[in-house]
């Protein structure tokens, strides 16, 4: 496979995972599927990162993507657990 072609599924692969986010988020669902909403959001997001609100804006984005990360983990691994007992 050439260069170019492996780079190009890489970007691929990463805009379907950041899309995927925006969905997981329920973004999509709450925007009524509205691009032009979903856009404004995260221009309005991207205008926070350029504001002295900067380091605070990515603390608290930050503490709150882990925070739901973590909770979807557990709430899998305690699904796992109930569907297989005898494997937990």
Known sequence: MRTWQVERRKRTRHLIELGGLVVKAGVVDLAGDDRATIYG?????????????????????????????????????????QDHPDEA
């Not at 997001?45 to 909770?71: H, I, N, P």
């Open 41 to 81: 959001a995260l221009l309005w997001a991207a205008e926070k990162l350029q504001s002295d609100e900067r380091e605070k804006a990515l603390a608290l984005w930050t503490a709150k993507g882990k925070q739901a990360f973590e909770a979807e983990r557990a709430s899998t691994n305690l699904t796992a657990t």
